[in-house]
């Protein structure tokens, strides 16, 4: 066991593999680390919902973890689903001498069900949070926590800061849709504010995201990333695998499939720095006549065109939300010149960037 990197999750279990310590195990070993695993209640689930749910007893659970912190010393412990005052109170005592703490609560679910009761909630804040290396939650359940309404970007950073003052180290904060057609997420280490962007909001809204990428962020943590590190690696994973993940089918084959997941998880790292076709086949190790064949069989777009769309996106939602300058966005971006980015963003959206900022 010696060099193996431990992770152990402490959530509930999901018959159906979505979600839940089964999910966890999946992501933690594609990721390369070692899963450890305390269970803390058992749902029967189904697609369409949960319809029964079986709470452990707090010593059941507070067993698990010692058990496994004993044994294992993990580098990294998550939290996710955890009901009762009990539970997490006494949880709390086990988890402290963990290096890192990921504390990412199940408060309402992705279907808008409410997973624990308000005695959980006050137990959480009092708890839990105040350990937490990085808090994840998504907006939903921090209105809850808060007793707040987030539907700002103003509102997202207010929500981070009142959570950091509860104790919380860093806050990441998910599932925003502060700008039309986009997923926001803010990330707060206690001084400064940093948002990232999706364009794919059903994506990134699928159930079990959340546990997902929780249990990513911890892998990377147990790997030796620093934090920011750790999120931006977790992203480009979910990116690849999840998010703009396509399903191998029987037409299209494994291996198309494979090329473009990780061509999407390439351009979501090195939009920034490359925007030539000829640098993403290079790192693919195809030609480009052959990445062109695989996009226009998945998605019926060239490369080019993908690569300019996340761009644009990212270029509109830079505007629309930042302070910075159109010298500022064009360097941030990676072109050569501010005129080659207005021609850009002019032949993309058909306006020029101070008319695409108003």
């Known amino acids: ?15 159906c593999g979505i979600t839940g310590v089964q999910a966890d195990v999946r992501t933690v070993s594609a990721l390369g680390g070692y899963p450890l695993t ?12 949960i319809s029964e749910r079986f709470t452990l007893p707090p010593e059941t659970v507070v067993r698990q973890v010692c058990a496994a912190m004993k044994a294992y010393h993990p580098q990294v412990v998550k939290v996710g689903m955890v009901d009762g005052y009990d539970t997490v ?16 609560p199940s408060i309402v679910s992705s279907r808008g069900e ?14 839990l949070i105040p350990e937490a290396t990085l808090c994840i939650l998504r907006c939903r359940d921090a209105e809850e926590i808060l007793h707040c309404t987030i539907s700002t970007k103003d509102d997202m950073t207010e929500a981070a800061r009142r959570l950091c003052e509860m104790g919380a180290e860093s806050v990441l904060l998910r599932g925003a849709a502060v700008i039309e057609g986009f997923t926001t997420t803010l990330f707060f280490d206690g001084k ?35 934090l920011p590190v750790a999120i931006r690696h977790a992203h480009a994973y979910l990116h690849s695998q999840v998010v703009y993940a396509l399903s191998p089918r029987e037409e299209r084959g494994q291996r198309p499939a494979d090329i473009y997941n990780a061509f999407m998880s390439l351009i979501a790292r090195e939009y920034s720095s490359h925007h030539d076709v000829s640098f993403y086949a290079s790192q693919l190790a195809i030609s480009q006549q052959y990445l062109s064949r695989v996009t226009a069989k998945t998605v019926g777009k060239t490369p080019k065109e993908i690569i ?8 509109v939602l830079l505007l629309t939300t930042s302070r910075l300058t159109i010298q500022e966005v064009s360097q941030k971006l990676g072109f050569s010149s501010q005129a080659t980015f207005c021609r850009f963003y002019k032949a993309q959206t058909g306006e ?4 695409g900022r108003k």
Do not use: K
Request: charged share 20%.
């Open 38 to 49: 305390a269970v803390t209640s058992v749902v029967v689930q189904t697609p369409e919902g």
């Open 114 to 127: 409410r997973m624990v009761s308000d005695d959980t909630v006050r137990a959480v804040c009092s708890f």
């Open 192 to 226: 400064e504010v940093e948002f990232f962007s999706s364009h794919n909001v059903d994506g990134w809204q699928q159930h079990g995201i959340s546990g997902a990428v929780s249990s990513a962020i911890a892998t990377c943590l147990a790997m030796g990333d620093i």
């Open 308 to 315: 300019d769309e996340y761009l644009v996106h990212e270029a």
């Open 1 to 15: 066991m010696a060099g193996m990197y431990h992770v152990l999750s402490v959530t509930g279990s999901d018959g």
């Open 352 to 355: 020029t960037p101070s008319e």
């Open 89 to 104: 109170r006494l949880l709390r005592n086990e988890i402290v001498a963990c290096r890192h703490r990921i504390v990412a």
